[in-house]
């Protein structure tokens, strides 16, 4: 999303050639650039569900050689193309450094890495946030916009959020705890505080796989309360998001100059209290 | 809940007969068309019924050819019911593009499907979009309003809803994989990215089946993480209608009488678009 | 909650006896009342976990007589009581008539009603409701008002959750027809539309037993969407009443008198914005 | 959190040696002192780990007795630096009853206690909230500042909070007790009134472990309806607490000159007490 930002500084053409690949590569303004940028997408996502397929284990036994065989020809591909980005752009370690830049890279190394180190290949799945291109090709200002506000509102509670985490950590600890010292004489599934504490996890957040659930009367009880606590807690992020957004929504800052009336609608002209011109 | 706009224009009579059926079809302001209104309610919530009870094995055994006759009464109903509408309406075509239109013809649709292809005719179920009518007849006028509201609260967080769920999607996908890559070895129930994928939506949607659930400890450690940033997670979609709601109820009606503009705050004593008094 | 409203009117004694018995059942401001009310309260209490106990079958096997004798000490007990609430109250029709008056009533009913109908008694738990009176009892008029503001929150968003429990019920039929055409032949478990309706509830309020999960790949795709959307409906009861209790607890009609603004705090007692007292 | 409030009232040195050492204890604006808190911290963090890790059965096996030891050499630690808080603070008497003195106190107990009682050691984990230190030590003000105003907002819903959870409670009773006559007979896993409140408040919760559901249609319905009255009761709690925090963040810091009222709205020019200008 941050795409805006980290997108290229205008630059002095160094050569015709390069300057015409590096519009066709970096911009979508061009019938070119914008056919270079859609076949890159579908690779992409051809290449994503490659990886994906690759670990189902009937199409592997099938056509395992031919996924492993489109999976390199990707990752050349990709190699290529991050090549070229380099080539083309005038701050070649400006741009690695990009937030595109970074997720271009580590989408060809797993790739690689699997030669030295086994089962790494399917972190190349990272790669789809390569798709966050579209953003840009398919002029999603709009979207950028809203995808914005949406950042901003979770960066606003970010503190809170954190506080918040770090709260249901201690909880979750303490709650572990005690459904440990409650639990598990009479039930196996609660053999640790560490597994109490994911039994805590998995409960608070309401997730509730089953796959352990307190058996004694007292465990039961003790399990109760956590829940109803929880839902109240469940509340709270929601709340805070919830008031940053509404005030990122609200928020406009101008004052009139005749009645000194603040906190006007975003799309107001005119005070609302006087009527004097904004 | 589209029906007030989608609802057919004022008609010119044609002929008496066809007028007055018109008006017994279309309206529910007479005795007879409230009463038509009505047994179509009825008659539909019945088909939806049958269609429902003859997928439960015990009544299907029993009371098949019944279920079935049923079935078939119903559609021949709705088909001529429908004769009837398009022949009485003034502008048949558009009504069939009307939303209750092409309601009222894939509502019969399916049973007629099945001759050709096997088990279609349960789609028929979706005829039970046709009792969005009651709202009309019982002059739910008021629940139009708020089902509006609520509409215009849903279209307006539409793009951000979209770009969260974009974001989800991507999420969900490298927590997926990031399981997969932990887990697999030791948890058949992991067998490849995909399924590892399915688990992830389960779980940052917080259903937790425990069909599939992580048995290793850096496996239930992911799996905490990912629960607990769902927990975050969870709060984004909420908090968007909560302040496109709050916004769309703290707008009121007034319309400036110079520029027309509307949804003015309630506080306003000025338009805010030309500054005229309200 | 609604006990204000349905509160005695004050009455003109009839006799001094009946008078001073009224002032104890009905009001607590004297010790007599007060204590009254207190043993009334652990009586209801006691009998509610007589009840529940009842149904716990190694203490019915070691306990069952002395149980079912408190149950039906504290039934005739309540009788009693409610027999002299109706001799001391002056229009006792009106009282049988009134909230707390119905759940006096209902709360013994039960007790009678097993000689007539097996395993009816359980029902004598509704008595519980019967503890609300602790709200007046306790002075807790803080909690009172709370909870009117929550109530208040709640009717007036109730059009709009009827709204959306019909969207919802219309929905989840749809879905739980397509699961079931999906996944029904591969499995048994959704073995019927209702049930799979069922599943759809479940899985659609994140409550996900498990009980129920799709086992082939479309169904799970199928499921993946269901969520996800389920995903985006759940934050639609949470935004209608977050909207409507900030509404409740923004509101404020002064307008003040000088510069005619509207919306102040109702806290306060001069216009935040020309400093006019209001 | 509340740490701020409970922090040592500013000393009058008593000997320069002990002064110092309450420098080093107690503050961290000096490198020793700063050096202690974190060194601290870490010992706080360690032995929780250590406690944790003593409950998981293949390192307990394994490394048994040292665990055993890091425990008691951290106990011991714990004991003498309260000692040390203790012989420093010129109220030892106020400091133990401060937040951190209780925590510090309950953090050494258990360990003690198990000479007593078996298996109370595990308690020690409490000795995790002793990690809020950090807040101070990394001059986490903001982070104070946020979690404050979390705190406020849940203080300011705390009594809608327990109402709501009264009626909760009261709803789960009502609706346990009904699945119970419904499901019982059919059903072992619904064995009593308590074990059917149990599966009411896990299904309310939306956590659905699924060690219980019920198998009856009857059942199955009454749990649809449960579970969509949950989906629409999930809501209040978060709209308390948004609601409150949206007035926590709409209110401002400004305190008016002439009356001292604070908590005006951001909009407001003129105290809404007294009138005074801001």
């Known amino acids: 999303m941050t795409e805006p930002e980290t997108s290229p500084e205008p ?50 036994r099938n056509h395992g050689d031919l996924l492993r065989g489109a999976e390199w020809f990707f990752t ?55 798709l966050l291109r579209m953003f840009r090709v398919f002029k999603m200002a709009h979207h950028i916009g809203e995808a914005g506000l949406l950042l901003n509102a979770l960066r606003a509670s970010k503190r809170k959020i954190f506080v918040f985490l770090l709260a249901v950590m201690t909880l979750v600890c303490i709650e572990g705890t005690l459904i440990y010292v409650v639990e598990s004489r009479a039930n196996p ?30 465990g039961k009880v ?15 992020p929601t709340g805070v998001v919830t008031a940053e957004l509404g005030r990122a929504m609200r928020v406009d800052n101008r004052r009139c100059g005749e009645c000194g009336w603040k906190g006007h609608d975003p799309r107001a002209s005119h005070c609302l209290q006087c009527g004097e011109a904004l």
């Open 11 to 60: 630059v002095r053409p160094l050569s015709p050639r390069r300057e015409a690949l590096w519009r066709i590569i970096f911009l979508s303004d061009t019938p070119a650039g914008r056919g270079f940028d859609v076949a890159l997408l579908i690779a992409i996502a051809a290449s994503v569900l490659v990886v994906m397929l690759e670990t189902v284990p009937d199409i592997a």
């Open 76 to 130: 050349l591909l990709f190699t290529l193309e991050l090549g070229a980005r380099l080539w083309v752009c005038r701050r070649p370690l400006r741009y690695l450094g990009s937030f595109f830049g970074i997720v271009d890279l580590i989408a060809i190394v797993p790739t690689y890495l699997q030669l030295l180190v086994v089962g790494t290949q399917y972190l190349a799945v990272v790669r789809i946030l390569r």
């Open 189 to 218: 599934q609660f053999s640790s505080i560490p597994q109490s504490i994911y039994w805590a996890i998995v409960t608070i957040t309401t997730v509730g796989y089953g796959d352990m659930a307190p058996v004694t009367v007292l």
């Open 222 to 236: 003790v399990a109760s309360i956590i829940m109803l606590t929880g839902f109240a807690i469940i509340a709270v």
